[in-house]
């Protein structure tokens, strides 16, 4: 779907100059020499992975960029991005791809390992750049420690240079499982020395994210990986009054009905009117848009002409209904759905989930709309 010819009036206003703000305050956090990977796959969380690539490369704000598939890499590199990629979760079906748009792997397992230096070898090519990945205990993916012998075996045959040396931290905004992150480092130290004594090289050693990078700086490395702080959500609650929001879902209202007591909103006509003369707006906006139906009946509230309002029925596919009878409006107004006012921490927990979800949920129809000014908190 062309979103340059969407006629659908809910739109993702996405704040570049927030995002290279957001940027700007984690690596203040960082030693002079501790590098910073951007993470953009998943869209680049929702908001347009192209749009923030760009914004970061050329304001010169990370080093690395990261996406989760080689599509995105690739999709990337067609934009005309330069800034080394790496990608996390490569298949063996990608090899041909990484060479040809000079993307770096993340290595996984023995059998990828392997299967990549035999790649590499009857390609002639030499010194590609690969990731190593350990698993230290979140059991995701990745080498566990106990692995450096046999990852050496293979790479000091092949012309491989390991980049880097990395791992996920499973628990770091949780103060309750600081016992079990500090083992994840060990684990992970204790792998990076065998394997770079044995390989006599110095990759870059990565591990912590965006909740890490402020709790546990003694452990920030070569270089971090910062994700949802960068779009304006810190995950340890440390330096939230610090971000900038990076975005602002929007729509407007398409029609304001004015209902008396006992009439019913919507499907399963769960939204029941309590009062005559109850004045219900009709939003442009529904769950095919990833404004889920978790949010019905007052689990969820917009904010429309500077006052919050609260769901009624059911949310449809394609249309949402708010109480507004307190609160002038007319048909044509914005609603935000989320940004400055109503948070994605908020929205998350009206669904049960986290905000990493309510943004990467956002449907494809939603217009992204990109701005460098800043979004208007009004």
Same mark, same amino acid.
């Given at each position: 779907?062309?979103?340059?010819?969407?006629?659908?009036?809910?739109?993702?206003?996405?704040?570049?100059?927030?995002?290279?703000?957001?940027?700007? +305050?984690?690596?203040?956090?960082?030693?002079?020499?501790?590098?910073?990977?951007?993470?953009?796959?998943?869209?680049?969380?929702?908001?347009?992975?192209?749009?923030?690539?760009?914004?970061?490369? =050329?304001?010169?704000?990370?080093?690395?960029?990261?996406?989760?598939?080689?599509?995105?890499?690739?999709?990337?590199?067609?934009?005309?991005?330069?800034?080394?990629?790496? +990608?996390?979760? *490569?298949?063996?079906?990608?090899?041909?791809?990484?060479?040809?748009?000079?993307?770096?792997? &993340?290595?996984?397992?023995?059998?990828?390992?392997?299967?990549?230096?035999?790649?590499?070898?009857?390609?002639?090519?030499?010194?590609?750049?690969?990731?190593?990945?350990?698993?230290?205990?979140?059991?995701?993916?990745?080498?566990? *420690?106990?692995?450096? =012998?046999? +990852?050496?075996?293979?790479?000091?045959?092949?012309?491989?240079?390991?980049?880097?040396?990395? &791992?996920?931290?499973?628990?770091?905004?949780?103060?309750?499982?600081?016992?079990?992150?500090?083992?994840?480092?060990?684990?992970?130290?204790?792998?990076?020395?065998?394997?770079?004594?044995?390989? $006599?090289?110095?990759?870059?050693?990565?591990?912590?994210?965006?909740?890490?990078?402020? #709790?546990?700086?003694?452990?920030?490395?070569?270089?971090?990986?910062?994700?949802?702080?960068?779009?304006?959500?810190?995950?340890?609650?440390?330096? $939230?009054?610090?971000?900038?929001?990076?975005?602002?879902?929007?729509?407007?209202?398409? $029609?304001?009905?004015?209902?008396?007591?006992?009439?019913?909103?919507?499907?399963?006509?769960?939204?029941?009117?309590?009062?005559?003369?109850?004045?219900?707006?009709?939003?442009?906006?529904?769950?095919?848009?990833?404004?889920?139906?978790?949010?019905?009946?007052?689990?969820?509230?917009?904010?429309?002409?500077?006052?919050?309002?609260?769901?009624?029925?059911?949310?449809?596919?394609?249309?949402?209904?708010?109480? +507004? &009878? =307190?609160?002038?409006?007319?048909?044509?107004?914005?609603?935000?759905?989320?940004? *400055?006012?109503?948070?994605?921490?908020?929205?998350?927990?009206?669904?049960?989930?986290?905000?990493?979800?309510?943004?990467?949920?956002?449907? *494809? #129809?939603?217009?992204?709309?990109?701005?460098?000014?800043?979004?208007?908190?009004?």
């Amino acid at each position: 779907m062309n979103m340059a010819e969407s006629s659908h009036v809910a739109r993702l206003e996405v704040d570049l100059k927030a995002i290279n703000h957001n940027a700007n +305050v984690y690596r203040s956090f960082l030693g002079n020499d501790t590098k910073m990977m951007g993470m953009v796959k998943a869209f680049g969380y929702g908001l347009g992975d192209v749009a923030v690539s760009k914004c970061l490369e =050329e304001n010169r704000t990370v080093d690395y960029l990261g996406v989760a598939y080689c599509s995105e890499g690739v999709h990337l590199r067609n934009a005309g991005i330069k800034l080394p990629i790496m +990608v996390m979760n *490569p298949s063996t079906n990608d090899f041909s791809s990484l060479m040809a748009y000079n993307i770096e792997p &993340t290595i996984c397992t023995m059998s990828q390992l392997m299967a990549y230096a035999d790649f590499i070898k009857s390609s002639g090519i030499e010194g590609p750049a690969v990731h190593i990945k350990v698993d230290t205990g979140m059991h995701r993916l990745g080498f566990s *420690p106990e692995e450096w =012998e046999k +990852v050496s075996g293979v790479l000091k045959d092949s012309p491989i240079t390991v980049k880097g040396i990395y &791992t996920h931290f499973a628990a770091t905004p949780e103060e309750g499982h600081d016992r079990f992150s500090l083992e994840q480092a060990s684990r992970l130290e204790q792998f990076y020395t065998h394997l770079s004594d044995k390989l $006599q090289e110095t990759p870059m050693l990565h591990a912590m994210n965006s909740a890490g990078i402020l #709790r546990f700086q003694e452990f920030q490395f070569d270089m971090v990986r910062l994700g949802m702080g960068l779009y304006g959500y810190d995950p340890s609650h440390i330096i $939230q009054d610090k971000l900038r929001c990076a975005c602002c879902w929007i729509t407007e209202i398409s $029609q304001i009905n004015t209902l008396k007591k006992g009439e019913t909103v919507g499907y399963s006509r769960v939204g029941e009117v309590m009062k005559d003369h109850t004045r219900i707006a009709v939003l442009a906006v529904g769950y095919a848009d990833g404004y889920r139906r978790a949010f019905s009946n007052g689990k969820a509230e917009v904010w429309i002409n500077g006052q919050r309002a609260a769901t009624i029925g059911n949310v449809c596919m394609d249309m949402t209904f708010v109480d +507004v &009878t =307190e609160i002038p409006c007319s048909v044509g107004d914005q609603v935000e759905l989320l940004g *400055p006012h109503i948070t994605a921490g908020e929205l998350a927990e009206a669904a049960g989930t986290i905000d990493y979800e309510i943004l990467t949920g956002i449907g *494809p #129809r939603v217009e992204r709309r990109i701005t460098k000014h800043g979004i208007a908190s009004d």
